[in-house]
């Protein structure tokens, strides 16, 4: 089997197309010498009085693919963290007094969660359930009273009743998003889990039953300090928008000045193991597919921030490392289907008339950083009331925004296949976030190939000598794909008329291919034209 790395340029020739502008504001990160916190990933946090509550989460890096070292109960985080980060202080309690029952979910990684006023909401999440002595997607919705259990763990004083815990099927998610529009909750995508990870697949080894969501599940919660239960409850179905998990789900505000949700990237494709590039945006009425617009750069969950613009009617979301399909290499689009560990930091924007495009920022972090993190918000930086930083009301050239905090730390981008548990770890570092404006310096490149439309993604298979080409049309049109060798030779060129509107699949045969070929793939339609490079490699 051969490796390969795609190495991406674009000529773009589509009408109304979003321009190259100076960046609206720069990004500063700013490493916290605080070495007294541990490292965390994929965890659950609120926050009250200045202070965080940190619940759940793993202790360990990337999980291993034997499934005997996968997701090991040694991992789990089995305390509640409170961190002063102004004071750089930590306090801890150990799980251990509170209920079994609470116990197993509150140590899980991967829950959905949502802070409401002073109430941290958990639902679901995966791990090892020493109840049951195996491993599970949790059937848990339990409410913290966040104020509350902060003080009591500063001053070691009884937990127990700041927890309240429900069951319901409805609950059995991990690697989703709890978000609220109005009065309603949303549990986004996910998968539901049972049983110890295996690369090879369910009916391997021990075996294990994966189940996505594919829904949007709607409800809302009563909860009157003792009781708690939900009602109303409904389900949106739709493979296509939510056969998605360990993603980013970002609130927004949408030209018209509404309150919606959009859904960014994730995995995998219903038909391919490969991230989304498309975006989905909710509104309290109806949800849409983007597939005008496609993120190449960010595309397993980290650490976002949301900031827009009332003045400029634009919004923008901050992606801070983590996992992605694509990464940027001397200027040069890279695509590595092993999907590595990145430092990109990148924005999307949404201008005022609705249309969204990627920018690659200046600055990057520090190491391969950012997937399982947490972007936290300062308590004083002002907010709209679903958490978007109002820009425009940034009124210092320099501004402190928030934090970032834990995550994985690899030491390479592609550790998975080599993965003996060494390779990378829970981060512990934590940084703070400044948004600088009126900087005339700040320069964000774009991403053309993600405003063109096309979504082209180039698989070639050396052991059959062919590439499999997938693309999206918005309307029915012919399509023109031209393959060259290194030296500029046209190996193929076909016109495809009349092919239909939305996802296609083309597959192409070449010469042979063998080490250090490269192959140049070009497609093209009467809107937009994108060529990408190939380099076949061991």
């Known amino acids: ?88 202080k930590k306090w801890e309690a150990p799980l251990s007094t509170l209920s079994a029952e609470l116990q197993d979910q509150l140590s899980a990684t991967n829950a959905q969660f949502h802070q409401e006023g002073n109430r941290l909401y958990v639902i679901g999440g995966y791990g090892h359930s020493d109840i049951l002595n195996k491993f599970i997607t949790h059937d848990k919705l339990t409410a913290i009273d966040v104020a509350e259990t902060i003080k009591a763990i500063i001053n070691n004083e009884i937990l127990s009743t700041f927890f309240r815990q429900i069951s319901d099927t409805a609950f059995a998610v ?74 980013n789900v970002v609130p927004q505000i949408l030209p018209n000045q509404s309150e919606a949700l959009s859904v960014f990237s994730g995995v995998f494709q219903p038909s391919v193991n490969i991230p989304f590039l498309n975006s989905v945006t909710i509104n309290s009425k109806t949800y849409t597919i983007d597939n005008s617009f496609a993120q190449y750069y960010n595309h397993y969950h980290s650490a976002v921030l949301p900031l827009y613009s009332d003045k400029q009617n634009e919004m923008h979301n901050i992606f801070f490392g983590g996992i992605a399909q694509y990464y940027d290499s001397a200027g040069v689009l890279v695509q590595n289907d092993e999907v590595p560990f990145v430092k990109t930091i990148a924005r999307v924007t949404r201008d005022k008339y609705g249309q969204m495009a990627e920018y ?43 934090h970032i905090y834990g995550g994985i730390s690899s030491s390479l981008p592609n550790v998975f296949f080599i993965n003996t548990g060494e390779e990378s770890k829970a981060s512990n570092r934590l940084f703070k976030v400044y948004v600088i404006k009126n900087s005339t310096s700040a320069q964000d490149k ?23 080409i997938n693309f999206m049309l918005s309307k029915n049109t012919d399509v023109e794909i031209i393959i060259k060798d290194a030296k500029g030779k046209i190996l193929k060129k076909q016109t495809l008329k009349g092919l239909n509107a939305g996802k296609n699949a083309v597959t192409k045969s070449v010469k042979s291919m063998i080490p250090g070929d490269s192959f140049w793939v070009t497609l093209k339609t009467a809107e937009a034209e994108s060529t990408q490079k190939i380099i076949i490699e061991e």
């Open 446 to 468: 774009i991403n053309s190939q993600s405003i063109n439309g096309l979504q082209l993604q180039v698989f070639p298979d050396a052991d059959e000598d062919e590439f499999l």
């Open 174 to 247: 991990t690697g989703g998003h709890l978000k609220k529009l109005n009065e309603t909750y949303y549990l986004i995508g996910g998968q539901k889990f049972m049983g110890r990870y295996n690369p090879m697949g369910p009916d391997h080894g021990p075996g294990f039953f994966q189940q996505y969501s594919n829904q949007i599940r709607k409800f809302q919660i009563n909860d009157d300090g003792e009781n708690i239960s939900i009602q109303n409850y409904e389900t949106v179905t739709d493979a296509a928008a939510f056969h998605r998990r360990d993603y």
């Open 360 to 402: 690659k920022l200046p600055v990057e972090m520090p190491a391969l950083l950012g997937a399982g993190s947490e972007f936290i918000k300062s308590p004083s930086v002002p907010k709209y009331p679903n958490g978007i930083i109002k820009l425009d009301e940034l009124n210092s050239d320099t501004n402190f925004v928030g």
């Open 1 to 88: 089997m051969h490796k390969f790395l795609l190495v991406l340029f674009f000529t773009i020739t589509i009408t109304n197309i979003i321009k190259a502008q100076p960046a609206p504001f720069q990004i500063v990160i700013e490493p916290v010498h605080f070495p007294d916190i541990d490292g965390l990933q994929s965890y659950a946090v609120s926050q009250a009085d200045g202070k965080w509550l940190i619940v759940g989460g793993r202790k360990d890096g990337l999980h291993m693919r034997q499934p005997f070292g996968a997701f090991r109960p040694a991992g789990k985080n089995k305390m509640l963290t409170v961190i002063d980060p102004v004071n750089l």
